[in-house]
């Protein structure tokens, strides 16, 4: 089946660890992004990426980061630097230039204590 | 800045009755609105979407509606059924070479009651 897995589905961590969130998909789309969704907030992009080795910021990029090595994995890493890093995080991708129709994984809702 | 305001936050409809959720939006240079639908635990994913030179466009029991000149759009759910419970998202974006980025409303909680 086609899709986009994201693992865990549930990621506990104490505050000062940086954790990274898996996004694998095999939809061979180029293009890849993160969201955060916090309760009444909506998705908010935290970073994206057209093509291989190459990604820009988001709307809330500040405490994370993203490696695209490989086309079909997009792993985000929430630093220590994020404050407020408990939240439900989604990794979409998409065809290249045609971000209105993008495909979400399950999502991993990660807790920070 | 939010360039996609939606509203009502939540909604309580009855079963088959008709859900209304409205979005408007700022930017006029976005030309695709998608809505997308969220179940609890899950991802959103993409009900039905629509360019701005079509008013509206109908799927099954739902129908979007769009009113260019207002920069307004929204989303009718026909019939709706305890099933179609769920967090809808409208959404709009540029298409086309250079387009990176799909702008999100709030979300609406849409509770049907048997």
């Known amino acids: 089946d086609g899709g986009i897995t994201q693992s865990p589905k549930y990621l506990f961590r104490k505050e000062g660890q940086n954790v990274t969130l898996s996004c694998e998909q095999n939809?061979?789309?180029?293009?890849m992004y993160w969201y955060r969704q916090d309760p009444g907030q909506g998705l908010r992009l935290i970073y994206y990426s057209q093509i291989v080795n190459d990604f820009q910021k988001g709307d809330i990029a500040e405490g994370y980061s993203v490696s695209r090595e490989k086309k079909e994995s997009f792993p985000l890493t929430v630093t220590s630097a994020q404050k407020n890093p408990t939240a439900f995080y989604l990794c979409a991708s998409s065809i290249r230039d045609s971000s209105y129709e993008q495909y979400f994984g399950p999502g991993t809702r990660l807790t920070v204590t | 800045q939010q360039q996609v305001k939606q509203s009502p936050q939540s909604l309580i409809v009855q079963k088959g009755g008709i859900s209304i959720i409205n979005c408007a939006y700022e930017?006029?240079?976005?030309?695709?609105f998608p809505w997308y639908q969220q179940f609890p635990g899950k991802g959103p994913a993409l009900l039905i979407a629509?360019?701005?030179?079509?008013s509206e466009k109908k799927e099954g029991r739902f129908t979007i509606s769009f009113n260019k000149s207002a920069k307004q759009f929204s989303l009718h759910i026909m019939d709706s059924q305890p099933g179609d419970s769920a967090t809808y998202f409208c959404a709009a974006s540029l298409s086309g070479a250079g387009s990176y980025q799909l702008t999100f409303g709030k979300g609406t909680k849409l509770s049907v009651i048997p």
């Open positions: 629509i360019r701005p030179d079509v």
């Open positions: 939809l061979n789309h180029d293009a």
């Open positions: 930017n006029t240079a976005f030309d695709y």
